[in-house]
Each structure stands twice: as C-alpha cells, then as structure tokens.
C-alpha cells in the first residue's frame, strides 16, 4: 500500500458551506450545565429550581432525610450512621449518632418523637437532640430499609431483610411480623389512606398490597428487580419507581476496618447505572408507565399538586412528568445520586430540598428563576477551526445570551472570556476568527422567569481541510471469498475463477466531512498517459468501482484515484489529493497447452501463459470428472512456461482411453487438450 503526505498549502483556504447547530430537543439542551432551569422532553428551557448549598460533613453518602416543623432538615448519613441537622441558614450541625452503618429511613411520629431506621443491624433508634437510643431490635433482620406511621400514628411498620418481611413496632418497641414474603428485601412501604399498606420488595420488583397481617397479594410485578420508593398522592392514585440493573441491587455492609463483617456484599458502588422507570397507579390500581431513564432512580417525592419528582443514581438529576407525558429535567447537581427529596410547589414558588451523595450536600429549593437561572450548552464541536456567524433563538420571552470559544473538547483557562451578554440576534464575536474549534452558549433568566427557550441556532463555517485518500485495493470479483484458517496456504487449493471485472476500493480522510466526488483514471505499466475509467459524464460518489476488464490488452496496470471536495467549494477553493495503487494484474486470455503427448504411460505436455503464472494443471480420463493435479516437472507452478513430465500410469489404464489435461494461470483463466491412447 502506498501512501501519501498532504501537500502544504501556502495560503489557507475556507470552505463555503455553511453548517449549524440547532439545539431543540430534550438531549440536546440537556447536554450541558443547568443552573436552575429546567428542560422538558419537547425541547423547551424554563426557570427551574433555585438551589442552595449545603455540603454534609464526615458523610460519604445521604440515605434519608425528614424535613422538621421549623424548616430545618435531618439527614441520615452513612459509613456511621450519622444524623445532621441542616438549619435554614443552611448551617450544619451533628444531630445524633447511631453508631450504625447507615441511617436508611426517618419519621416523626404524632407526639414528636423521631424514629431512624439503620443497617445492617436491624436496629430502629429513638432520637432526640444529640442522643439515639436503641427502640427496637427486630430478631432475624439486618437491614430496616424504610418506616411509615400505623394509623394511629404512634407505632411503626418497618420494611426488612434478608427475608423480606414487614414488621409493626407497637409504641413500647415491641415488634411483630406484619407480612411475610418470598423475597429477600422489602425496601419500600407506604399507606394508603384506607389504612392498606404498599410494599416494594428487591429480587423480583413485587409490589405487594397488605390489607392485614398475614394478608397481601401482588398487585404488580414492576420492570426490573428493585422497587426502590412508593408515594401515595390523592384519591387513591400512587406511584413506584422502580429500577433494573440485570440482577438485584447488593445491600450494603460494614467494611472489615468496622470490625464486624455480617454475611453479605460490599458496599461498594454498582459499576453501571441502571435503568429507572416511574409508573403511577390510579384508584382503580390501573398502572401507567410515565417515565423512564437509562439511569436508576433513587428517591421519588410528590408536590402539593400532587406532581411526581424522581432523583436519579447516576448523574444527580431530577426529574417530573404530567399526565400528557412530557418530561422535565428541574435540576441538575454536580453530585451523582439524589439519595432523597421534598418539593412543595405552589403559585408562590418551589421549596423543599434535595439530599445527594457523591459527595454529600444538601441542596434547598429556594424557588425558580432568578439571576442564577442559567443554561449552558454543552461544548459544541465544529471538527476544525471554524468561523461563527450570528447567534439566534427562540423563546416567549426575554433572555440574555453570551458565547465563549476555544480549541479543547473541555473548556479550561485558554478558552475565550464569556462575551458580552446579547439580548436580541447578534454576530458571535467571542474568539479570533479561524482560531476556534468549539464553541458554547449561555443564556440567563435574569430579566424575565418566565420566559421559555425552545431553539438555539449557530451557524459556522469550517476551514477547508484537503481529503486525503489513503488506501486503494484491487481484486477481481471470482477472487477467493474466504481467507484460510491456516497461516500456510491449503495445497493444491481451489483455483479462483476468472472474472474481468476488477473491484476497486479506497479509503479516504474527509476532516471537514465535505461531500467527495472521485475521478478514476488506470495506465499500463510502462505507459505515461492516464486514462478514465468512468464513462462519459458519470460522477463517482462512492468509494468503490467495479472495473470492468475484459477489452483491456493483459498486462500490469495501475490504478489513480483523485478526490475532490468540489461540490462544496467555489473553483478557486477546491481542496483535491490523489493516490495510485499497487499494481493490479490484468490477465484475461488463458494459457496454451503445446506439445501434449504420451510416450507409454507417461504423459508431456507444455503450458504457456502471455502474462501470469502457471497455477495449476490437472488430468481427467474417458469423460469423468474426476480431476487428478499433476505436478510441474520441475517441481513447482512458479512462471508462466511450465513443463508436465508425470507417469500416470496408475490414473490412465492399459488400453484405448480419452486423456484431457486443463491448465490454469493464477487469474483463473483455464485452457484443455486431449489426447487418445491406445
């Protein structure tokens, strides 16, 4: 294979076409960095959250949270079962400490008292300001994964496992098995208003409604294995989420350093996320997916409107859909799971808070819109340098608009500076023009929080960038389809069937994606004249030709193939670069067979090719098709002038028989002669 450097050009050329990016779907707008705005899956940009920042402490991991009366915030934590309080000045202080692995559930119940479930000791704690004391042990349970209130709102259900049980806890610590199942987790409970319990378990994704003790049935089997949270809204509607991972989630357990290692898995991170699903049940238990992500769900809480939020466990985002199914990213973190939430949405703005791990904080909602409302675009990438034109939108309201360039896929300190914020279409006039690869687009909130952004358009224009062809093959069509499993060559091997048609590949480098149109042009070696080998008026798009052969005199040729980024490019800016092959063996006459004769039972004959080797030679007698190879007499089929001096005493009998003898060059061609013996 033969390759070739670009040539240098002395003075630059640009290419003409112009290209855009339009941002105006869901992923697109959503590539980027959200700051309290949100993005809906009809590819739309509103005010979202307004978050605040709260980073836990001594904390690698936020299991659960319970918002207080007076607008402060309990966070159980995790490797030590650590409880903080957040308070609204978002000062975080250590509340209690279980001395657990993890704090996994809270309630408060009627008369105040709170209640902390933990792992993986089956331990429900009693806490109060700077203590945790021990309520309740539940015998055969390691993991209490979540608590609800009874009816009466003093005593407690708690889901378990490893063996999938629910248990009531009276008020006195006393505990009970409330419902039994096959499964080794129930992770999730909830209660209805009638006073039926919802569990969720992990292994199978049941969701089991529990009417009594002892008494439940599966009203659904959700996708995947793990249903993760229940939320009951009004007049008997709820909603699960639920999450698929290809086998159970693995509880968590105490590392060895803790000094006490129950049976179980790591607590260790899933390598790969899951997938989520959100699924609302009416009253009528009729269940209707409504949301689903490649990414598992954590955490799942509804507004005073009875609107459904979802935190993910992979990118720290979350989500909210309404009943026409429209999907709407509210916030996007910086950490990697929303472990819990609250949001209370009404005319007068969200609250509520978002609990997240990796790292810990404690983001508040403190409304929508605002100055910190901000999208920003993922780095758009142009493939080259480029030049940018005039940035436009569409939105219902106002919006300021601002652009910064450079020449690294993340933006770092050798980017532009933001440019000047625009208000109405304008020339990009951040970067150098032609210094620039990527580009991205920000836009602020600031003057209007309900304005909605639906498109983002920027056009460019690349520099135009040489195709460069780097590879040329050329085989004939009846050449071997298949390679040999062996390193050696099978002997005596099949000889490929002559064909003159000649297929013709290349490989081209096309860095500004320019459409290409090539010109083929072959020579004979020894000859300097090119000539077409595309009929009059074709123009050749695609990187292969079948060649046809068959009135070309045999020989070695050549074969030059030219591309050219003319369709895109005015004459005068025309980028072209052209490759020549190896060369290709054009051989479409067979060989001749002179001198064929045999003296007693030995058989002589002489086989002559005008171009290609000898390949093989093979003898038949009296009409049946069974064909003998025959060896060169001299041992070997290497040139085009080979001898055939074989006794063939054991393939042609004493006697009078027909002796046909054909002969193959290596382009297939084939030739006979016969003889009789007498």
């Known amino acids: 294979m033969l390759l070739v450097a670009p040539l240098v050009v002395s003075s630059p050329a640009h290419a003409v076409g112009t290209r855009t990016f339009v941002l105006d779907t869901l992923d697109k707008l959503s590539g980027g960095d959200l700051k309290g705005v949100s993005v809906s899956s009809n590819g739309t940009v509103r005010a979202g959250f307004t978050l605040g920042n709260a980073p836990i402490p001594d904390a690698s991991a936020t299991f659960s949270a319970l918002a207080l009366g007076d607008g402060s915030l309990l966070v159980g934590t995790s490797p030590n079962g650590k409880i903080y309080k957040v308070a609204n000045n978002n000062v975080v202080t250590l509340f209690a400490s279980t001395g657990a692995l993890a704090v996994t559930s809270m309630v408060s119940a009627k008369n105040g008292t709170i209640y902390a479930a933990t792992i993986p000791d089956g331990k429900i704690f009693r806490v109060t300001q700077g203590k945790a004391e021990v309520f309740a042990t539940l015998p055969e349970t390691s993991h209490v994964w979540s608590l609800v209130l009874d009816r009466a709102g003093t005593g407690l259900f708690a889901a378990t496992g490893p063996e999938g049980k629910v248990f009531h806890v009276e008020p006195s610590g006393k505990a009970s098995i409330y419902f039994r199942s096959t499964e080794n987790q129930i992770v999730s409970l909830a209660m209805l208003d009638n006073g039926d319990l919802l569990a969720g378990s992990s292994g199978k994704g049941h969701l089991f409604r529990i009417t009594g003790a002892g008494h439940a049935t599966i009203i659904s089997v959700l996708p995947g294995e793990e249903v993760k949270a229940i939320a009951v809204g009004r007049g008997g509607v709820f909603w699960v989420i ?17 000094g006490r290692t129950p ?5 260790s991170p899933r390598p790969r996320p899951g997938k989520g699903t959100l699924v609302r049940f009416d009253a009528q238990g009729r269940s209707e997916k409504m949301m689903k992500h490649d990414e598992h769900y954590m955490s799942l809480a509804l507004d005073e409107q009875g609107r459904p939020y979802v935190g993910t466990g992979a990118e720290g985002r979350v989500y909210t859909v309404n009943d026409a199914h429209m999907v709407t990213l509210v916030a996007d973190t910086d950490e990697r799971q929303v472990g819990a939430l609250t949001v209370m949405a009404g005319t007068s703005g969200a609250k509520g808070f978002l609990a997240t791990s990796d790292p810990p904080v404690v983001h508040r909602i403190l409304g929508r819109g605002g100055a910190d409302a901000v999208w920003t675009s993922k780095p758009l990438d142009a493939g080259l340098r480029a030049h940018f034109g005039t940035l436009s939108w569409r939105a219902s309201g106002p919006l300021e608009f601002s652009t910064r360039t450079g020449n690294t896929a993340t933006p770092d300190a050798a980017w532009s500076a933001w440019s000047a914020p625009i208000t109405s279409p304008a020339r990009i006039t951040s970067g150098e023009r032609w210094q620039a690869r990527y580009i991205q687009v920000r836009a602020r909130w600031a003057r209007d929080a309900n304005a909605v952004l639906s498109e983002v358009t920027v056009p460019f224009v690349t520099e135009n960038a040489r195709p460069i062809v780097t590879e040329i093959n050329a085989s004939t069509k009846g050449g071997p389809t298949k390679e040999p499993t062996s390193s050696i060559p099978t002997s005596g091997g099949e000889v490929s069937k002559h064909d003159s048609v000649v297929k013709v590949t290349w490989k081209v480098e096309n860095p500004d994606n320019d459409p290409l149109q090539y010109r083929i042009a072959f020579r004979r070696e020894g000859q300097i004249q090119w000539r077409d080998a595309l009929k009059p008026g074709d123009v ?10 068959a009135a070309l005199p045999e020989g070695k040729y050549r074969v030059r193939i030219e591309a050219s980024d003319e369709q895109a490019n005015p004459p005068d800016q025309v980028q072209k670069h052209a490759l020549e092959s190896e060369v290709v063996l054009i051989d479409n006459t067979p060989p001749r067979i002179e001198n064929l004769r045999m003296n007693g039972r030995r058989l002589h004959a002489r086989i002559i090719d005008g171009t290609s080797a000898i390949a093989r030679v093979e003898i038949a007698v009296d009409g049946k098709l069974d064909w003998r190879p025959l060896s060169a007499a001299d041992g070997i089929f290497d040139t085009a002038d080979e001898s055939v001096d074989s006794d063939v005493s054991m393939i042609v009998p004493p006697g009078s028989h027909i002796v046909v003898i054909r002969a193959y060059d290596v382009a297939g061609n084939v030739t006979a002669g016969d003889l009789e013996t007498r």
């Open 263 to 267: 049976p179980g898995p790591s607590a």
């Open 242 to 258: 639920a999450n698929e991972y290809g086998e159970p989630p693995e509880p968590p357990r105490r590392s060895p350093a803790a």
């Open 540 to 549: 050749q798009t695609k990187t292969e030709l079948e060649w046809d052969t």
